[in-house]
């Protein structure tokens, strides 16, 4: 699978959009990009995922460069509750796991 | 709807006593499940994962050991815990050859 660089931490405003950032340089065709979300002493939450089109839920939206070396997660409205480790993942189409990297620790400021 | 539960929540056990943890899932048939480990202020590691009922892959080599004894039950199991053991457990779900994973609330383990 293809390694993923995420900034170590982030700070945004309550209320602001909030960006994720994730390199992906050596990604495959086949590889889709996953974004999961860990709030303080509970369990992952997938959030969202794409192979090379924009998608959108009610959670966020994921924006995958034309070349798909890198993405952006989007919260666009951030809470207090948003607070948490935010993973991009990078999983190769047929693998039976997925592989977590250390992620960046998001803090929504009131 | 689909429920996935872990026991205990929490767990102190002295060193070189054994382990098992429970997973169970509702809602669903033949999935995925997985374990996973985090040591404090670490990474998710995934330990085991298994695709069906006595197929098990161990990611790491350890003292551990998983089993599925049913469709819907996987087993984490330790003759001997060691102090490096503590951590917190995460059980988890997928339908097959789906990537989006359900996690449940995990067993925080200390090893003393």
């Known amino acids: 699978d293809a390694k993923t660089t995420q900034p170590t931490s982030m700070d945004c405003a309550e209320g602001r959009a909030a960006n994720l950032p994730c390199n992906h340089s050596?990604?495959?065709?086949?590889?889709?990009v996953y974004w999961y979300r860990q709030i303080h002493s509970q369990g992952p939450q997938y959030i969202i995922h794409?192979?090379?089109n924009n998608e959108t839920n009610e959670m966020a939206s994921l924006i995958i460069t034309e070349d798909r070396k890198s993405s952006t997660l989007i919260l666009p409205h951030a809470t207090l509750r948003d607070t948490a480790v935010y993973y991009c993942?990078?999983?190769?189409?047929?693998?039976?796991?997925?592989?977590f990297g250390q992620g960046t620790r998001l803090t929504i400021n009131p | 709807s689909q429920t996935i539960h872990q026991w205990p929540a929490t767990l102190v056990q002295p060193v070189g006593s054994p382990l098992s943890l429970e997973c169970t899932v509702e809602?669903?048939?033949?999935?995925?499940l997985y374990w996973y480990r985090q040591a404090a202020g670490r990474g998710l590691q995934l330990l085991f994962y298994?695709?069906?009922?006595?197929?098990i892959s161990s990611e790491v080599p350890q003292n551990l050991s998983a089993s599925r004894p049913q469709d819907r039950q996987f087993i984490l199991s330790s003759k001997k815990l060691l102090l490096s053991d503590s951590g917190f457990y995460l059980c988890?779900?997928?339908?097959?050859?789906?990537?989006?994973?359900?996690f449940g609330p995990g067993t925080r383990l200390t090893v003393t």
């Open positions: 988890a779900w997928s339908v097959w050859g789906a990537y989006e994973q359900y």
């Open positions: 050596t990604i495959s065709g086949n590889e889709y």
């Open positions: 794409g192979l090379k």
């Open positions: 993942i990078v999983v190769l189409q047929g693998a039976q796991k997925l592989v």
């Open positions: 809602g669903t048939s033949n999935p995925n």
């Open positions: 298994s695709v069906g009922i006595g197929q």
